[in-house]
Structures are given as structure tokens and as C-alpha cells.
């Protein structure tokens, strides 16, 4: 089994979890205010962007991840490393890089583009649905 998480580090940074290890760490943000953070995959390299700036660090591999489950906020088989904050907007686009250098950070509704696998917790109402064309039943826990 393989995990990818994003955390919140003690430290404020945000780190990327990949293949047994911390691959990318965040430079410091603020955990009092929104924060857009997309992780982009372009080929072979991962990359993280805080508003819409590139970090230092970047991630080589080329592994094909591949699972039936995605969780989000939480490793399932501990329930470890969970996040705390609100999630808006989270999107998983595959086979796109949708960021490929430094960008100004969307301020309305993602919708889905081109690719896109999972669209979640873009509304209003509260509730937790995929509005992407795959129309995924997502499981709140």
C-alpha cells in the first residue's frame, strides 16, 4: 500500500508524503488564513506551488501510483496525519500538469477542466460531492 499526503507541519510547513518519506517541504504559511497548495506532476517531476510560487524542492520518480482509494485529510489505516483545517476547492487532475511555472492563484469556483478525475468541496451547501464527470460517491468520515 502507498500513501500520498499533504500535512500540516508543527512547524507550519506543508509537506508531501510519497514512497515511504517526506519528498517536499513548504516554506512556513500561515495557519490562520487560506492558502491554495496544488502539487503538479509534469512527467517525472513533482513539484509544489504555495499561492501560486514554486517551492525549492522538487520530487523525482517515476512510479505509476495506482489504488482503488484516495483519501483526503487523513491516512486511513491509522487515521494518522490528519489534517486539521478546512479544504475548498480540491481538485485531481491526471495527465495535465495544470501548473508548470509560478501563477496568480484562482479567487472564484474551480470547475472541471480538462482531465479532471475529482472535484470536491467546491460549494456552498456543505455537502461533500464529486462534481466531476466521474461523479465519485465520496464517504465522509
Known sequence: MFYIVLNHNTDGTIRFY????????????NAQEWTHI????????????I?????????SDSNNYAGDKFHIGAIEAANAAQFQGNISNFRVVKGTAVYTSNFTPPTTQLTAISNTQLLTCQNST????????????????
Open 51 to 59: 499561492n501560486g510560487a514554486v517551492q525549492s524542492t522538487t520530487y
Open 38 to 49: 496544488a502539487l503538479v506532476r509534469n512527467s517525472s517531476t513533482t513539484k509544489m506551488y
Open 18 to 29: 510519497a514512497n515511504s518519506g517526506y519528498r517536499i517541504t513548504s516554506t512556513a504559511i
Open 126 to 141: 456543505g455537502s461533500i460531492t464529486d462534481a466531476s464527470s466521474n461523479n465519485y460517491t465520496i464517504t465522509a468520515n
